[in-house]
């Protein structure tokens, strides 16, 4: 796939630019920092001047709390997973090493809620295993702890105790057939199903980290599912993950194309969606070092 194809996705994003700085999801919405977040780092990684990126990125940390977390909104300070993000998009910017290194401190001293398992309790998963959650005071979930280990891995911070001990809580909501959902296990005694999305997201974040053997059933799962996978979400984050393993087929570049060519029915994907597209066609080896090979560049 040559670069034309991804250039739309690019130029689609600028239409998302507010003027002050910061993007929104859609044309004409509101600001959002987890479509700023989203934005800056497709945008960075696509080549897109520093001078372009940098009201976004003081836009992004104007609303960082004292502790360090970057949240979804003002009126809900305690919805905390655009915090990981954020730490992707100031990644590589001098600039912006101190605001980074608070929503890294952030992580590090911030872990779901979490107990010693019961024997009689509803979900089989081991609730001890620390991980992150979307909202302070919850339990810790698959989607925001992959991130947040996403971030700590680009970050430096791949082999901290907080990072392997959520590897760990990954691997033991991985589900027996292979595959994650969105972090159960077994219900009241029952399987739930594996989710290409949170598979993928999981694989991202492991990827190099623990060994083949034991996630290789979800990369089978991936690998048997992909090629019915339509949206950027699903497909985006299957990719991903297979690519962390070395597992990128060489089918991606079609895929990707028609997933893109999906918006001449349906509409334009909102901006997270499209940052994800264009994430997806230049991290060949998987997100995490697709960030570690940019280093300081933006």
């Known amino acids: 796939m ?36 989203w934005a800056i780092a497709a945008l960075s990684i696509a080549g897109t001047k520093t001078e372009f990126l940098q009201s976004s990125r003081i836009r992004l940390v104007k609303d960082q709390l004292s502790d360090g977390r970057i949240t979804i909104s003002a009126e809900q300070q305690d919805v905390v997973w655009p915090t990981p993000i954020a730490i992707i998009a100031l990644h590589g910017s001098d600039e912006f090493d101190a605001p980074k290194s608070k929503a890294i401190d952030f992580l590090l001293n911030t872990t779901g809620d979490h107990w010693a398992k019961k024997p ?37 911070y791949g082999m901290h105790q907080r990072t392997q001990e959520a590897q760990q809580m990954l691997l033991n909501r991985q589900l ?6 969105y972090g159960n296990t077994r219900v009241f005694g029952k399987e739930l199903p594996p989710m290409p ?4 997201i999981a694989l991202a974040a492991l990827g190099g980290q623990v060994p083949e053997s034991s996630i290789e059933k979800s990369i089978f799962y991936l690998e048997s599912n992909i090629d019915k996978m ?23 570049n079609e895929w990707v194309i028609h997933c893109l060519e999906n918006q001449n029915k349906y509409g334009v994907y909102d901006t997270a969606m499209l940052s994800l597209m264009i994430i997806t066609f230049f991290a060949e080896n998987g997100i995490v070092n697709l960030f570690h090979s940019q280093g300081k560049k933006n």
């Open 230 to 252: 339509q949206t950027p979400l699903s497909l985006g984050w299957s990719i991903l993950g297979l690519s962390a393993y070395g597992q990128r087929s060489h089918k991606v």
């Open 2 to 37: 040559k670069n034309q194809h991804i250039l739309p996705c690019v130029e689609e994003l600028r239409t998302c630019l507010l003027i002050e700085g910061g993007f929104v999801s859609r044309p004409a919405g509101r600001y959002r920092p987890d479509a700023t977040a």
């Open 120 to 156: 009689d309790q509803v979900a089989d998963h081991d609730t001890a295993l620390k991980g992150w959650p979307w909202v302070v005071g919850t339990h810790s979930w698959v989607e925001p702890t992959a991130l947040s280990i996403i971030a700590l891995r680009i970050s430096g």
């Open 197 to 200: 999305e949170t598979t993928g």
């Open 176 to 181: 027996s057939k292979g595959g994650w959902n």
